[in-house]
């Protein structure tokens, strides 16, 4: 079975300007979590969403938001970016809500010009 | 909200050594997991370890929850070792929230 898959790798934008990342869970898995990885520090927990509906949000201004699709992969939007938005996005899956185990993706590196 | 702090915050390490990674956390929590970071930035799960020892290899890894730690045993180290561990931990909220990280660098 396929791991959790992120696209693109990695993207370039300009300050201003808006971001849509992508993200599909483990087969089977219900869950998704976005994470902002700045460097030099631990990843930061933006959103969780469960079943299509949000489940959980961060210290994280309106300009992130997320969705849910039925066969629950999942969307991260920036908009406005800034520069210190330049971080790696990660997503992680799981099986359900709670303390389950999360498998993360390889990420998606963000730099904001 | 809860607090996990990793320590030592940096580590060297000839291959072939031991070494014993830290994580404390400020409150109780019912799940934690250890993390390797690659240097292409990919989290690869190491333990699953909520309270007791588990063992994969030349890891392990044993949490005390009463006590609010967690140890990770690295031995024989190897180069491929190299990278940055993670603990995180979930306290019964939506969230893992995770700790400061340790860096670990194996010299051949």
């Known amino acids: 079975d396929a791991g959790v898959t992120q696209s693109p790798t990695h993207l370039i934008k300009t300050r201003g300007q808006q971001v849509t990342l992508r993200c599909s869970p483990i087969?089977?898995?219900?869950?998704v979590s976005w994470y902002q990885q700045v460097l030099g520090q631990g990843p930061q927990f933006i959103f969780q969403?469960?079943?299509?509906?949000?489940?959980g949000r961060g210290n994280f201004p309106d300009r992130f938001s997320a969705r849910q699709f039925p066969n629950y992969s999942s969307e991260l939007n920036v908009n406005a970016l800034l520069l210190g938005d330049s971080a790696l996005y990660l997503c992680a899956s799981s099986l359900a809500l709670g303390g389950e185990k999360l498998f993360f993706g390889s990420g998606t590196q963000l730099s904001v010009l | 909200g809860i607090q996990v702090e990793q320590s030592p915050p940096d580590l060297i390490l000839q291959e072939g050594a031991n070494s014993t990674l830290r994580c404390n956390f400020s409150?109780?929590?019912?799940?934690l997991q250890w993390f390797h970071q690659n240097p292409w930035g990919q989290l690869i799960n190491l333990f699953y370890i909520p309270s007791g020892t588990k063992q994969n290899g030349r890891l392990s890894a044993t949490t005390v929850a009463t006590e609010r730690y967690s140890l990770l045993y690295i031995s024989s180290s190897q180069t491929t070792d190299s990278g940055v561990y993670f603990c995180?931990?979930?306290?019964?909220?939506?969230?893992?929230?995770f700790g400061t990280g340790t860096r670990l660098k194996v010299l051949a």
């Open positions: 995180a931990v979930h306290s019964g909220t939506y969230k893992y929230i």
């Open positions: 969403y469960y079943e299509k509906e949000e489940r």
């Open positions: 087969s089977g898995h219900k869950s």
């Open positions: 409150d109780s929590v019912n799940n």
